[in-house]
């Protein structure tokens, strides 16, 4: 059975860095594509990127670029979100799913909660 | 990016009988390859979001087949032929062939 596993919530400061994990397990991890979607509260998905953990290939959404870094590590299974510096606009739940390079998403996380706030 | 735009943005419906929600996108979604790169998802209250049809009408595995999805080129269908309670949730569109993939606004169902 396909798992995806995403790390704990988190509260941080503005201007702080974050990195959050996404952890696949029940399949072979080179198979799928992984992607990254943000909920900001009370609202839509919107897709942020995607990395196919064999070669790390990454495609970003140009709203994103620049400003998340999307990467994997296949010996581990685990992919990551990362920012350098949070903004309170960041606050938001993340969600990772594996898929194809096509816009589907078979398999999702279970979401991880990011609150930025002084 | 391709705007995607749904109708209605909420629906109340009572149980056992039809839904039907609108997906339209500002681009063809027909792919050089044949395929046209839509998709619905269901996003059920407090959980994260699930594959409900892909490529326009194929039903993942395990949703049930009184989910059926219908469309070509701009404009898309997502019908439920009997509505259940296990069905209220978010409903959303997306396009996957124009990056960056974008989604509808969201179609919340009520019972």
């Known amino acids: 059975e396909v798992h995806l596993v995403q790390s704990g919530a988190e509260v941080k400061l503005p201007g702080e860095s974050l990195k959050i994990s996404c952890k696949g397990s029940g399949y072979s991890f080179t198979s799928y594509w992984i992607g990254w979607v943000r909920q900001m509260p009370g609202k839509g998905l919107e897709w942020m990127g995607i990395?196919?953990?064999?070669?790390?290939?990454?495609k970003y959404s140009p709203s994103f670029q620049g400003q998340v870094t999307i990467s994997a590590d296949k010996s581990i299974t685990t992919a990551y979100l990362q920012w350098n510096t949070l903004e309170a606009s960041d606050t938001a739940i993340y969600y990772c799913?594996?898929?194809?390079?096509?816009?589907?998403?078979?398999?999702w996380g279970q979401g991880t909660l990011v609150t930025v706030s002084s | 990016d391709v705007v995607m735009t749904q109708t209605p943005l909420s629906l109340s419906v009572t149980p056992g009988q039809p839904a039907s929600i609108s997906c339209k996108s500002g681009?063809?979604?027909?792919?050089?390859?044949?395929?046209?790169?839509l998709y619905w998802y269901l996003q059920k209250p407090g959980q994260s979001p699930q594959v409900l049809i892909y490529e326009v009408s194929s039903r993942f595995s395990g949703v049930p087949d009184r989910f059926s999805g219908s469309g070509s080129g701009t404009d898309f269908t997502l019908k439920i032929s009997r509505v259940e309670a296990e069905d209220v949730g978010v409903y959303y569109c997306m396009q996957g062939i124009h990056l960056p993939w974008t989604f509808g606004q969201g179609t919340k169902v009520e019972i």
């Open positions: 799913a594996c898929g194809y390079l096509s816009g589907r998403f078979d398999y």
């Open positions: 990395i196919y953990p064999v070669d790390s290939d990454t």
């Open positions: 681009q063809s979604l027909l792919h050089s390859d044949g395929k046209t790169y």
